[in-house]
Nanobody, 125 residues
Framework: QVPLVESGGGLVPPGGSLRLSCAASGSKQDFFAIGWFRQAPEKEREAVACFRRSDYTTWSADSVKGRFTISRDSAKNTVYLQMDNLKPEDTAQYYC??????????????????WGHGVQVIVSP
């Protein structure tokens, strides 16, 4: 498992954009997938988007489709979450995490074993 460090959170008005970064350090990069998750106060952690290393495909939750885009720069060992047209309901702590078991599901936070500390995103006028 590799240490993960998120950055790029902040306060943005509705309709605005942010780009989150997740840097994975260390030489061991053979995880099966890397994903973004979020947790709002008093709510369960939910999956937002996921990048599959096996075939370089991505997955995103219905709630963010068309607004959020996950991408990866393998040379920098960094995964990004571009968030456009942000809404107040996107306010949450955002985390990146890696899956180390082959039977993971992108939509399942419990399938991911290695987590960053998270960054806060606040969408407010």
């Amino acid at each position: 498992q590799v240490p993960l460090v998120e950055s790029g959170g902040g306060l943005v008005p509705p309709g605005g954009s942010l780009r989150l970064s997740c840097a994975a350090s260390g030489s061991k990069q053979d995880f099966f997938a890397i994903g973004w998750f979020r947790q709002a106060p008093e709510k369960e952690r939910e999956a937002v988007a996921c990048f599959r290393r096996s075939d370089y495909t991505t997955w995103s939750a219905d709630s963010v489709k068309g607004r959020f885009t996950i991408s990866r720069d393998s040379a920098k060992n960094t995964v990004y979450l571009q968030m456009d047209n942000l809404k107040p309901e996107d306010t949450a702590q955002y985390y990146c995490a890696t899956a180390w078991r082959s039977n993971y599901e992108c939509s399942g936070p419990t399938d991911f074993d290695s987590w960053g500390h998270g960054v806060q995103v606040i969408v407010s006028p």
